[in-house]
């Protein structure tokens, strides 16, 4: 017997104009965008605008693929995308454990995928690895990454307003900053 997965969509807000954000969950500069979100749209307003994280893995961030799932997972759970949420800010605040030294060396080259969940369970107080073991979820995996791969995303964080990627948003931005510029 099949059974339909649900994973909570990573939006925020219900506004006409969409802002998705493309972040890798240990790029520094995704987490730096990734924490001003929530600021963002209390900003603007939710009624103005609509926020869609979108997860895109990349191959240089060695436990990548491992920690896209875990969020995916989370967002399966009970809280569903605020349960998500919690996870990436997390993640982001303890990044520099999930990486490796130059990308290719250090303490994580003898972790595994199961000591990278158990540190993300530890810090955001979620248990995810039955979720994370749920076959289906790769059906998630792979739409987040076509998506950005159809969009022409190749580095995080990415900007796309209104279906248009904006090179003009940078993750070094003021909130102020990205506020005006959505709304001139």
Request: hydrophobic share 40%; aromatic share 8%; net charge negative.
């Amino acid at each position: 017997m099949s059974t339909s997965l649900h994973i909570d969509p990573l939006e925020w807000g219900h506004g006409p104009k969409v802002l998705d954000v493309f972040v890798e969950p240990t790029c520094p500069f995704s987490v730096r965008a990734f924490n001003k979100l929530r600021d963002l749209l209390a900003t603007v307003g939710a009624d103005r605008l609509t926020i869609r994280v979108r997860l895109h893995s990349q191959p240089w961030h060695m436990f990548s693929g491992v920690i896209v799932r875990c969020i995916l997972a989370a967002a399966t759970l009970e809280g569903g995308r605020e349960t998500a949420r919690a996870v990436m800010a997390a993640i982001g605040a303890h990044r520099e454990e999930f990486e490796f030294t130059d990308h290719c060396s250090g303490p994580n080259m003898d972790a595994t995928p199961n000591d990278i969940i158990r540190r993300i369970e530890k810090y955001s107080g979620v248990a995810l690895a039955e979720a994370f073991a749920v076959p289906e979820l790769q059906k998630a995996i792979k739409w987040q990454c076509k998506y950005a791969r159809q969009n022409g995303i190749h580095v995080s964080p990415t900007f796309m307003v209104d279906g248009l990627i904006d090179p003009a948003m940078s993750s070094g931005d003021t909130v102020e900053a990205w506020s005006q510029h959505l709304f001139p």
